[in-house]
């Protein structure tokens, strides 16, 4: 297994176009996470899945924002109507539950640019 | 509200010396986990060291160790013998419980000199 992948690396839009993420996590791992990276600031959390469960959304994550993780696989974010706010890098990350305080592995991000 | 506090936004230190990057944060909670996160250039975040709030002994990992001090709710990090692939952003971060999500700092921007 090579790690949690992210696809696109990289995405342009215009303001008002809506936007697909697709993150892979590590095959064993039940848990996926999506976090938003701005420049100069750590991550912050967006929302969760165990398996395909979403178990928590941040109040960041507006009605624009959409995360889905059918069958427990592979997570998709999607945004609708993007604004040159949501320009950021999205990172996603897998984890195996345990008894708490999982590791968390992070994929490398997709860069989002609004124009 | 649950943060996270990074108070160096830079440091830097000499190859083969020691730094402490700093860390603070503020929960209420008494089950909870603190982690330090190293994010190179272009590269993606990888964890560096864990340690369980209910556990006294602070975490070490090689070269990697904490100084954690619950009742200040202080967590820094020390790294010793730095080696030019030190080079990178530090996150301080925190987890309660079983909760999934990671609250972070913003972050410690460490250079490592030759």
């Known amino acids: 297994d090579t790690g949690v992948s992210q696809n696109p690396r990289h995405k342009i839009t215009k303001r008002g176009q809506n936007v697909t993420f697709r993150c892979d996590p590590i095959?064993?791992?039940?848990?996926l996470y999506w976090y938003r990276q701005t420049l100069g600031q750590g991550p912050e959390f967006l929302t969760y899945?165990?398996?395909?469960?979403?178990?928590?959304k941040s109040r960041l994550l507006s009605d624009r924002f959409s995360a889905e993780r059918p069958k427990g696989s592979f997570s998709t974010l999607e945004i609708q109507r993007t604004e040159q706010g949501d320009s950021a890098m999205y990172l996603c990350?897998?984890?195996?539950?345990?008894?708490?305080?999982?590791?968390?592995?992070f994929g490398p991000g997709t860069r989002l640019t609004v124009l | 509200a649950q943060t996270v506090t990074q108070s160096q936004p830079e440091m830097s230190v000499q190859e083969a010396e020691t730094v402490t990057l700093s860390c603070t944060y503020d929960?209420?909670?008494?089950?909870?986990?603190l982690f330090w996160y190293k994010q190179p250039p272009s590269r993606q975040m990888i964890l560096v060291i864990r340690?369980?709030?209910?556990?006294?002994q602070n975490a070490t990992e090689n070269r990697f160790s904490v100084n954690f001090q619950k009742a200040a709710k202080s967590f820094s990090l020390k790294i010793s013998d730095s080696q030019l692939g030190d080079a990178a952003m530090y996150f301080c971060?925190?987890?309660?419980?079983?909760?999934?999500?990671?609250?972070f700092g913003k972050g410690t921007k460490l250079s490592v000199k030759p």
């Open positions: 990350a897998s984890s195996l539950t345990g008894t708490g305080g999982d590791e968390q592995f």
């Open positions: 095959s064993e791992h039940n848990r």
């Open positions: 899945f165990q398996n395909e469960a979403q178990l928590e």
């Open positions: 929960t209420s909670e008494s089950d909870y986990y």
């Open positions: 340690q369980e709030a209910y556990k006294q």
């Open positions: 971060a925190y987890t309660v419980g079983s909760q999934g999500n990671l609250i």
